[in-house]
C-alpha cells in the first residue's frame, strides 16, 4: 500500500513543478509513433508485456486459441513536462505505463482475447486544469489513438470481435473512438462490449450505442467512477456522466451488490480485497476494505483494481453471450 501512497505524493510534486509553454502548438509536440513498429505498443500479442499479467490459480492461454482482440487505452501518467504531450520514447514513462496501468488494467482481459496497447502522445495532467489550451492537447492525444486504432484494424484485427478497454484520459478518447467506429447499426455488431471507465459518459453521445443493462448485454458499454460511500461528492464532477453502470451486478439499478475481490499490488493474495457498491445517482458509492484507499473519498485511482476479479469474470460472460447470439 505504500507504494500507491508514495505514487500519488510523486505525482501532485511533480505537477507543481511542471514547466509547459502559455500556447499549445502541434509542430512542439514530440514526434508521433509509428504503428507498424512493436516499440510503439506497450501490448501486443504473441510477445511477453506487463498485459500477460494472470492469477497464480491460472493457466496461460495461448494469443493462437483466443478469439476476441482488445484494445485498451492507458490513463494519464504524465505529469510533469515542458511540452503539452507525452513523448512515446520517454522511457521512464513507458516504465510507469507498463507497470501500473497496462499491468493491473489491460490484463483483466487476458483469458479472453489477445491485448493491444497503443503507446500514444497523451496530454499532460494540465491540460485537465486550462480550458483554453487543454482541449488542443487532448484532441492531440486522441488522434494518436484513432491512428492507432486504424492501423490495428487493418493490420491486425481481421474481423475479429473487439472489446474496447480504458480508463481516465484513456476514456476521454475512448468514448470519442466507440462514437467514429461503432455508433452505427452495422459496425456496432463487431463489438462485444466498451469498458470505458474512469471518466464522464454521457448517454447523449451515441446514436445507436446503448450503456450495457446486465451481464451478458453486448454491443454495449459500460461506465462507472468510484466514491466512498458517504462523500459529498461537488456537482459537475469532470469524472462522472449520465452513465453509471455497477461492476458487480453489472446493472444499472440502485441495489448493493459485493464484489468477488480486488487488488492492488499483489494479484496473488489468498483473500482478494472484498469490496461492496451501488450506484447513487450516476456515481459508483462504494465500501471497500483496501488497506489505504478505504479512507479515500474519490476512489479514481482504483477504478479497475477494486473490481479486478468481476470485470475478468464479466469479460469471459460478455464474449461467451456474443458467440452464443452470433452463431
Not at 509536440?29 to 499479467?53: G, I, K, T, V
Not at 489477445?114 to 480550458?131: E, G, K, M, T
Not at 491486425?156 to 467506429?181: C, D, M, V
Not at 461503432?182 to 459496425?187: P, Q, S, W
Amino acid at each position: 500500500m505504500r507504494k500507491i501512497t508514495l505514487l500519488v505524493l510523486a505525482y501532485s510534486f511533480a505537477a507543481l513543478f511542471a514547466q509547459l509553454p502559455s500556447t499549445f502548438r502541434a509542430e512542439e509536440q514530440p514526434l508521433a509513433p509509428d504503428y507498424s513498429l512493436a516499440e510503439n505498443w506497450s501490448a501486443l500479442p504473441f510477445r511477453a508485456d506487463a498485459a500477460d499479467y494472470i492469477p497464480a490459480s491460472e493457466s496461460w492461454i495461448s494469443d493462437s486459441l483466443k478469439k476476441v482482440d482488445v484494445f485498451y487505452v492507458y490513463p494519464t501518467l504524465y505529469m510533469a513536462g515542458n511540452t503539452w504531450n507525452a513523448d512515446v520514447q520517454n522511457q521512464k514513462l513507458n516504465k510507469r505505463i507498463d507497470r501500473y496501468p497496462v499491468k493491473y488494467q489491460a490484463s483483466v482481459f487476458n483469458h479472453v482475447g489477445r491485448v493491444y496497447a497503443p503507446r500514444y502522445r497523451q496530454a499532460i495532467i494540465q491540460a485537465y486544469r486550462d480550458s483554453t489550451e487543454g482541449p488542443k492537447a487532448l484532441n492531440f492525444a486522441y488522434e494518436d489513438v484513432k491512428r492507432a486504432f486504424q492501423y490495428y484494424l487493418d493490420h491486425y484485427n481481421q474481423g475479429r470481435p473487439i472489446i474496447i478497454a480504458s480508463h481516465s484520459q484513456g476514456t476521454n478518447h475512448a468514448r470519442r473512438l466507440i462514437k467514429e467506429f461503432f455508433d452505427d447499426t452495422l459496425r456496432k455488431q463487431q463489438l462485444v462490449c466498451a469498458y470505458i471507465v474512469g471518466f464522464a459518459v454521457d448517454s447523449a453521445r451515441y446514436q445507436v450505442l446503448q450503456p450495457c443493462h446486465q451481464p451478458t448485454a453486448i454491443h454495449c458499454y459500460v461506465a462507472w467512477s468510484s466514491f466512498r460511500d458517504g462523500y459529498e461528492y461537488p456537482n459537475n464532477l469532470p469524472l462522472v456522466g449520465t452513465v453509471c453502470v455497477n461492476p458487480i451486478s453489472w446493472k444499472l439499478d440502485t441495489l448493493m451488490a459485493e464484489s468477488r475481490g480486488g487488488v492492488m499490488f499483489h494479484l496473488n493474495k489468498k483473500k482478494p480485497f472484498r469490496t461492496k457498491a451501488y450506484r447513487k445517482g450516476n456515481y459508483l458509492m462504494v465500501r471497500t476494505k483496501m488497506p489505504v484507499v478505504q479512507t479515500w473519498n474519490n476512489l479514481h485511482l482504483v477504478d479497475y483494481n477494486l473490481f479486478w476479479y468481476d470485470i475478468r469474470a464479466n469479460a469471459q460472460q460478455r464474449v461467451d453471450a456474443y458467440f452464443q447470439q452470433t452463431k
